[in-house]
């Protein structure tokens, strides 16, 4: 199965593809939770996402790793964001679920 | 917001799709992203809550044409009435299969309804995450999870209740089969526990409401009580059963037995939630409702498992009662009262011993001590046979306490409550037995002068140990510290016993005691040492004056300091009191050694008196037997010289026979007159010599087993021995069991003793008080 595999896909809508860390990508409910199920995404590996150009998703990319490199350490340097981005890359945090609210149902 | 309108729908449609391929098992085909965007989207769009209420709605429908016809065909109305009504029916093992049929549809309808929640959540991430978490409302998982309890659990299904008679719903069934599977199982069937831990943990993720919160769920809110009530009942019926068809050692396995699977049950077929709840029933219904009952068993109970030595059962019971009543009374005064029976049953057998083994003509058991006054000479006398009884009850009360201390620590886990328990019944009925003093300070005299020579150290230990258990029962210390002066003082005087031995016991009760209990055993032994040094000083002084006495007499002295040894051995016997104390009369050789040592001793402590004890004392004497005239061969046919120890007072008589002409004899009288030596202590001289065939250097007329005042003694020049050293029985020595007068004089002198400690005691609170008052009085 894609479950045991230790990197996924990402798609953008332009067809640029970023291969993550599973585990770095899983910080996002959103990717979290189509990957549990027995989706497509599930049994693929590949999750598409016709909503964010390749530009977008090369940073949401950056952020999972910046996430998982730092997630131990204190008095990390700010990810660099171009202020052109800003705006778009609050609506994909807010679409991945990134606002570091705890799920509900998240298993622990 | 006609085109947001117009947005919703094709949306919802993707959605309402997507939930019945969830349903249908279908879902591999869908896209996640697809399904998340579409419900963002209407988010996005402020419809979260047209698309919350459309979901459950549609869940609502599912269930009603889906779902419900499976389960109705579950239940069907046999099931009801067995299970419900609990009708005599099919055997049990059709009931469990019914059972467990009607079970596993509920779970796989569970299952199936749990993971298409689950899945459904996860699409609505965007719209839990956002719109139901500011508005308040239960998330749309536990919504749409709390429908399989609303509908289903809580689903009366109307026909078959008409049936039934009575309103019940499909929890009610569900609940009585689980119950109805427990029991069988406790009844030894196998079920299947998977299948119940399933159901159960269905219990566990249903709340009572959609707020879910954690102390309302299901499990607890309804099965947990019904399930505790059930064991309740079915655990009493059982103990019931127990008591009338099992004993006490079958009790003790199953109610563990019992235990252990409760505990077993909970964490393979229930929740580990439950286990302290049916461990307190269990407890309760098993153990602490007919505890006395099933310790009071004739035959299986407490009493014969001590008796009996049953490790294995009383360690079960500790166990059990350690459970139910941290303090353990129950054991506690069964363990009591059994300590105290078997400790008065010691004093009974040992009274029993007397009467059914006495002597050939001893006197009976009464005034057994009594009457060893006079046969002191026969082999075994009335005395020897009180001093094994003695003993004898010293070592059963150490067998018993053996026993009880092995129960503590292999059964009880070296309990501090019980063995505290115990050690008081024992010291209870050592002290209800009037002469434990004495006979523990008998034993401790018996074993350091015969048991110890030639035993190793560990054996030495083992005694010295028992002697100091022993004296911790001991109440009436001051009348113990009374009997073991006079013992110690005649093992000291006449060499019984080891000095390093009689020092660490003595060591050792003080540090059990105090200081004060043993000051006066310590004064004996600094009396005993300067004594020792004292003589060879002596020695050494006479060897320089160079005047060696002819007869070449060795003084060995033993000078003792009078409060530290007890009066009989000072010579101030108050039996004697009313005559005053008579100074015997010393042979002139001796009182000559005497004055010299005096002269000796005063040399350097001017000032002090020394008294001469006679009856404590004993001389080696060498003395020799002509051969007999007439006698060819044999040992009489040349001379012997041997070496006889006697007492003191048997060398003063001895000595009266060496002035005597050959052939004459001295009668009792004659003897008494001429060394003035008490009338009491001279018949056991007397007896010492003239008795016992070993030690019959004097011969006696007419030869009988007793002295008696009008006896005539002469030198018995025909006596022979095997051995050059001669050792004439010194009676003093054999420490004994005192008479009943002698008891009585003691238990007086002691009360006298304890008067005037009380009387200290007052005066010295009367002091107290009286400094406080007077304090007052000055300010």
Redesign the interface.
């Known amino acids: 199965m894609a479950d045991a595999c230790k990197y996924i896909t990402l798609v953008s809508s332009d067809g640029y593809e970023f291969v993550v860390l599973r585990d770095a990508a899983l910080v996002s ?2 990717i979290k ?2 990957l ?8 693929t590996g590949r ?5 964010f150009s390749g530009v977008v998703l090369e940073k949401v990319a950056e952020y999972f790793h910046y996430w998982h490199r730092n997630r131990d350490r204190e008095d990390v340097p700010d990810m660099e964001i171009p202020v052109e981005l800003c705006l778009v890359l609050v609506q994909a945090a807010d ?1 991945f ?1 990134l ?1 570091a ?1 705890p ?3 998240d298993p622990a | 917001m006609n085109k947001e309108a117009s947005e919703f729908e094709p949306c919802w449609d993707i959605l309402r799709g997507a939930l019945t391929d969830i349903h249908n098992k279908n ?7 697809n ?3 579409a419900s ?1 989207k209407i988010v996005l769009r402020k419809k979260g809550q047209l698309l919350y209420e459309r979901v459950k709605a549609f869940e609502e429908e599912w269930f009603r044409v889906h779902v419900l016809p499976r389960i109705a065909e579950l239940v069907s109305g046999n099931l009801v009435s067995i299970v419900l009504l609990q009708m005599q029916g099919p055997s049990a093992h059709e009931r469990r299969e019914m059972g467990e049929r009607f079970l596993r549809g509920i779970r796989s309808t569970w299952e199936d309804h749990n993971t298409s929640m ?2 459904i ?3 609505l ?2 719209l ?2 956002t719109y139901t ?1 500011e508005s308040k409302q239960p ?1 749309i ?1 536990a919504a749409t999870i709390g429908l399989f309890r609303d509908h289903i659990l809580r689903n009366s299904l109307g026909s078959a209740a008409e049936q039934l008679g009575r309103p019940f719903i499909v929890f009610d069934i569900v609940n009585a089969v689980l119950l109805d599977l427990i029991n069988m199982e406790r009844d030894g069937d196998i079920i299947d526990r998977n299948l119940v831990r399933q159901v159960t943990s269905m219990l566990e993720d249903l709340y009572e409401t959609d707020e879910e919160f954690e102390n309302m769920k299901l499990y607890l809110t309804v099965f947990e009580p019904l399930f505790l009530k059930a064991s309740e009942v079915f655990y009493r019926n059982e103990c019931e059963k127990l008591l009338r068809e099992a004993n006490a050692s079958t009790w003790l396995r199953h109610t563990q037995r019992r235990l252990r699977e409760e505990q077993d049950r909970c964490g393979t077929s229930l929740s580990i939630l439950t286990t302290e709840n049916i461990t307190h029933v269990v407890e309760q219904e098993l153990i602490v409702a007919k505890l006395d009952d099933f310790l009071a068993m004739e035959g299986s109970g407490m009493k014969s498992m001590i008796d009996n030595d049953r490790h294995e059962d009383l360690s079960i019971l500790y166990q059990l009662i350690s459970r139910v009543d941290k303090s353990k009374n129950a054991l506690k005064t069964v363990l009591q009262t059994r300590v105290m029976e078997l400790g008065l049953d010691i004093e009974q057998t040992l009274k029993h011993t007397d009467f059914s083994a006495p002597l050939a003509g001893a006197a009976e058991a009464d005034d057994a001590a009594e009457g060893a006054e006079k046969s002191k000479a026969q082999p075994l006398s009335a005395a020897a046979q009180q001093t094994a009884a003695a003993i004898k009850w010293v070592d059963d009360v150490l067998q018993l306490k053996d026993k009880f201390d092995d129960l503590s620590t292999i059964c009880f886990g070296q309990d501090l409550v019980l063995q505290s328990a115990v050690t008081k019944s024992f010291s209870e009925f050592i002290n209800l037995f009037s002469r434990s003093s004495e006979f523990v300070s008998l034993f401790i005299d018996d074993s350091l002068k015969r048991g110890l020579k030639g035993k190793s150290d560990e054996d030495v230990e083992i005694v010295l140990q028992k002697a100091i258990v022993l004296l911790r029962y001991l109440v009436d210390r001051d009348m113990f510290e009374r009997y073991y002066q006079k013992h110690l003082a005649r093992r000291l005087l006449h060499n019984k016993s080891e000095m390093h031995i009689e020092k660490e016991l003595v060591r050792r009760m003080r540090s059990e005691m105090g200081n004060h209990f043993t000051a006066k055993f310590e004064g004996m032994f600094k009396d005993m040492e300067l004594s020792k040094d004292l003589a060879g000083n002596y020695r050494d002084h006479i060897r320089n004056l160079g005047d060696e006495d002819t007869r070449k007499i060795e003084l060995g002295i033993h000078v003792l300091t009078s409060n530290n040894w007890p009066p009989e051995v000072m010579g101030r016997n108050p039996a004697q009191e009313g005559g005053g104390r008579v100074d015997c009369v010393f042979p002139p050789t001796i009182k000559r050694l005497q004055e010299s040592f005096f002269k000796y001793y005063l040399k350097d402590r001017s000032g002090r008196i020394l008294t001469w004890v006679g009856s404590a004392g004993s001389a080696d004497i060498q003395c020799s037997f002509p051969k007999v005239p007439g006698k060819g061969t044999g040992p009489m046919s040349k001379e012997r010289r041997y070496e006889l120890n006697v007492s003191t007072y048997g060398m003063i008589v001895l000595m009266l026979f060496n002035d005597l002409p050959e052939g004459e004899s001295l009668n009792f009288e004659e003897i008494q007159a001429k060394t003035s030596i008490p009338a009491q202590e001279l018949v056991r001289t007397l007896g010492s010599i003239s008795i016992p065939p070993r030690s019959r250097v004097l011969a006696k007329e007419p030869l009988s087993k007793n002295v008696r005042a009008t006896d005539r003694f002469s030198f018995n020049a025909q006596f022979v021995s095997k051995t050059i050293k001669i050792k004439a029985p010194v009676i003093s020595s054999t420490s004994k069991v005192e008479g009943d007068d002698e008891r009585r004089e003691t238990e007086r002198k002691n009360d006298q003793t304890r008067a005037h400690v009380v009387d200290a005691a007052i005066v010295r609170i009367m002091n107290v008080i009286g400094v406080r008052a007077g304090g007052r009085g000055g300010q």
């Open positions: 409910p959103t939770g189509m549990r199920s027995q989706f497509t995404e599930a049994q999750c598409t996402f016709p909503e679409y679920n606002d609210r799920s509900l149902r | 879902a591999s085909q869908l896209s996640f992203e399904l998340y965007r963002y689950n899945m959540a996860d699409i991430m965007y839990e995450r978490a998330s998982f």
